[in-house]
């Protein structure tokens, strides 16, 4: 078989070895995704502002798609909470009635990500994703998290309200208070308290009373599926809808149904952005997770053929009648937990999901949407931390502004303004960083042959000879940084003779920075001083030597540190560390 065939088919590795222990773990696993799966798919396609059947249609062909091309063996693929509010925020910005438009819209929203994250991936572009600051990402998705759950308040409440923000949804949300519906207000805040109590509660009581672990996470897995049946029955029984309750009313039965994205430029212009934004955020998440699942079993997945594997689950989904997707954080959880072995478990949750749409949607004609939007509130809330923002402050100051202004952002001014401020901070951000290089001034530690920093330790230096450490790579935005850094070390120490530069840490050294040494070396040897190097890395050597700047240099290149010290200092003194 062609190797390539297996880099970009994975399901041709996992299954050859697949056996009938694996089908039941698998099995398993996609009995239990599937049960926390329908009502999340119903709510995810309402917080998008989509018919609740297209929650269902992105929940069944994508995963059959990621099992195919995905590496992850536990990612459960689908529609989520973040990507499902962005979908609504691009859409939206059309101002479309007809729901069939709306439908055509978010279809082709999801083809065109699903297209930008396969042409990355078969560019082998994963790595584009590390430009994007988690700290920040993480600001973003815990301001998109208390969007959502303020956005579903007015299912809570029964009342009317919109808004692209936190202080437009809270005014129209506090303008229309005195129009709550108290039986839906009942049935919204029931089925709040008791999804979350079946979150911290059920679990443990169930043990207590002796049901098995295995049986008892089934069981606290199908807490939204108890809420979405009871409160389904005391709609119908009560005749709630003839009261103000909204029901999700008629869900069409059958298969997904095959489409196609739009073939209206305009339409394309406007969504290109909005994708790109869509496939970014949800590759990071969707890898970040498949990273930590996978080492917890000593697995590994490729970053690159996961942008194929998503992007074939969401060409999948516009394929599909569905919008969006990416691997979702609680349900792979829940699918690890529960045991799932190989990317099969996805395809076996997709034939449920299809059973569903079969047979059960009509069933659901009389669900309140206070308890879908319960649903909604209670999964988002788990992703709201603000611990982000305090690490940050005691951590890092740069990191913490960065993170506080996607935040402050994302609640004030939107989802799209918030995200794209996060990519371009998380950009900047790395600017920041590495165009101030850590420099430091190094000393021999006495009896060894080790380097540290004179203001740390007690070293050995000589009054004639200074040595300056960079630890990073010099490139255009930090090249100018170290030339001044040079310039105010040696201006008005007239014992300097030698100054070398140690380059343990450059890996790379690009044109920019090949003429700030250059720089360097000539204004140092207009002061009489000559400029060495040590330690420097092979593939530096090799791009210095494809330049004069060798043969012009006054000073010699060192192997080691040890050996410049020993070469060029003639009266070492013991220095005092700063404290």
């Not at 201006?491 to 140690?502: E, F, S, Y």
Request: with cysteine; hydrophobic share 50%.
């Amino acid at each position: 078989m062609p190797p390539f065939l297996r880099r970009y088919l994975p399901i041709l590795d996992w299954g050859s070895q697949y056996t009938r222990q694996t089908f039941e773990s698998d099995a398993l696993a996609a009995v239990i995704v599937t049960i926390m799966l329908i009502p999340q798919s119903l709510a995810y396609a309402l917080l998008a502002g989509l018919p609740a059947e297209m929650g269902l249609y992105a929940s069944i062909l994508p995963l059959v798609a990621y099992a195919i091309f995905g590496t992850s063996r536990a990612l459960a693929v689908g529609p989520v909470a973040v990507v499902s509010l962005m979908t609504a925020a691009a859409v939206g910005n059309f101002g479309l009635t007809d729901p069939r438009a709306i439908a055509l819209a978010a279809i082709t929203l999801a083809f065109i990500s699903g297209a930008f994250l396969t042409i990355m991936g078969l560019l082998r572009l994963g790595f584009v994703a590390n430009f994007l600051s988690h700290p920040v990402i993480a600001g973003f998705i815990t301001a998109s998290g208390i969007l959502i759950a303020t956005s579903q308040l007015k299912h809570v409440l029964g009342v009317q309200a919109s808004g692209h923000n936190l202080i437009e949804t809270l005014g129209h949300l506090l303008g229309n208070l005195g129009q709550t519906n108290f039986w839906t207000l009942i049935i919204g805040v029931t089925a709040t308290a008791f999804l979350f109590w079946v979150r911290k509660g059920l679990k443990p009581l169930l043990l207590k009373s002796g049901v098995k672990p295995r049986l008892a996470d089934v069981l606290t897995k199908a807490g939204p599926v108890a809420a979405v049946v009871v409160t389904t029955l005391l709609a119908w029984i009560f005749g709630l809808a003839d009261r103000g309750v909204n029901i999700v009313g008629d869900v069409p039965r059958g298969l997904p149904p095959l489409s196609a994205p739009s073939a209206d430029w305009e339409m394309w212009k406007a969504l290109i952005g909005p994708a790109i934004l869509i496939s970014i955020i949800g590759f990071v998440e969707s890898v970040s997770v498949a990273q930590t699942l996978a080492a917890k079993r000593r697995q590994r997945i490729d970053p690159d053929q996961e942008l194929i594997g998503l992007g074939t689950s969401n060409i999948a989904a516009s394929l599909t009648g569905g919008y969006p997707v990416t691997g979702g954080f609680a349900r792979s959880v829940v699918n690890f937990d529960a045991g799932a072995e190989t990317p099969a478990a996805g395809a076996f949750t997709a034939i449920g999901i299809l059973l569903a749409a079969l047979l059960l949607t009509p069933l659901l004609y009389f669900l309140p949407t206070a308890t879908l939007a319960a649903t909604i509130i209670v999964a988002v809330l788990s992703l709201v931390d603000f611990s982000v923002v305090r690490d940050a402050w005691k951590f890092s100051k740069p990191d913490f502004f960065a993170v506080s202004a996607t935040i402050l952002l994302t609640l004030g001014m939107g989802v799209e303004v918030g995200v794209s401020s996060g990519v371009v901070l998380s950009i900047f951000l790395h600017l920041y960083k590495t165009s101030r290089p850590h420099v430091a001034e190094i000393g021999l530690v006495p009896g060894t042959h080790h380097f540290r920093n004179i203001c740390r330790h007690k070293v050995m230096t000589d009054p004639a000879m200074v040595t300056l450490r960079v630890d990073e790579s010099l490139y255009f935005a930090n090249a100018r940084f170290l030339e001044d850094y040079v310039y105010d070390r040696v201006v008005g120490d007239t014992q300097l003779k030698h100054v070398v530069l140690n380059f343990p840490a450059v890996n790379e050294v690009d044109l920019s920075a090949l003429e700030s040494l250059e720089s360097i070396l000539h204004r140092l040897k207009d002061m009489g001083i000559k400029l060495h190097l040590s330690e420097v890395k092979g593939p530096v050597m090799d791009r210095l030597k494809r330049s004069h700047f060798l043969e012009e240099m006054n000073g010699r290149v060192f192997l080691s540190q040890y050996d410049a010290y020993m070469a060029l200092s003639g009266n070492a003194t013991l220095s005092e560390a700063a404290e």
